[in-house]
């Protein structure tokens, strides 16, 4: 039987990571199987190997050429996993040059997902949270820009149901809410 492909998405520092871990462990409990990707780790095997980048926080400020080529190298990879399968990434990537769709056409046909998560939160806890993550380069910008990419995120995704008949969901990971979030996309993802 063919599996499930869930896409998650959420700017830098909004805790998507943390809310899949917390989700897939409750699925776990239940039987539900999911293989958790992270996309940025595909790229980042092929850009350490063609040693473009040293660290993955490096990855976006690549030139626009490379990062699509890193993008659809990890697309074709991704495509290859069967079952249930849990896909971290970005809607959309900031980059010195503007905005880099996480999803182009060359990625989307390739993985064509049932189901695209947003997950989000108050601009001014995500600054907090980058502030307070000492593990990552994260960008240095204002609650406004982070407003600004939380927005741009919504309106690419539309387009990306358009493109494939994909379901939007979005999942809000406030402050001390984790358990709410996680059940949240547990619930999506049964
Ligand atoms: P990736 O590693 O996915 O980047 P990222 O968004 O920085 O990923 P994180 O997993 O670190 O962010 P997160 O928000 O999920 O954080 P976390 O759960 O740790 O990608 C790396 C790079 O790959 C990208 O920059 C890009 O260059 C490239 N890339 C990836 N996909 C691409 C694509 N499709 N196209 C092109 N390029 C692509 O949480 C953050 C903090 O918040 C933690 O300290 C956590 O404790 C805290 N927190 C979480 N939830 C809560 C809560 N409810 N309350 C309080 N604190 C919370």
Known sequence: MQ????????????GKTTVVNEALKKLKSEGVEYQSINFGSFMFE??????????????????????????QHAAQAIAKVTGNVLIDTHASVKTPKGYLAGLPEWVLHEIMPDIIVLVETD???????????????????????IAEHQQFNRSIA?????????????????????????????????
């Not at 599996?3 to 909004?14: A, H, L, Q």
């Not at 473009?52 to 490096?58: A, H, K």
């Not at 600054?127 to 993550?133: E, F, K, Q, V, Y």
């Not at 990306?160 to 709410?180: P, Q």
Request: charged share 35%; proline share 1%; aromatic share 2%.
């Open 46 to 71: 092929v850009a350490k190997k063609e040693n473009v980048v040293q660290d993955r926080d490096q990855m976006r400020t690549l030139d626009r050429a490379v990062q699509k080529q890193l993008q």
């Open 158 to 190: 539309a387009a990306y149901a358009m493109m494939t008949g994909c379901t939007i969901k979005i999942v809000i990971n406030a402050d001390f809410l984790l358990e709410r979030s996680s059940s949240e996309l547990a619930d999506v993802l049964r």
């Open 3 to 14: 599996g499930r492909k869930v896409i998650i998405t959420g700017v830098p520092g909004v």
């Open 123 to 145: 601009d001014d806890q995500i600054l907090m949270r980058r502030l307070t993550d000492e593990t990552r380069a994260r960008d240095k910008e204002g609650s406004r820009s």
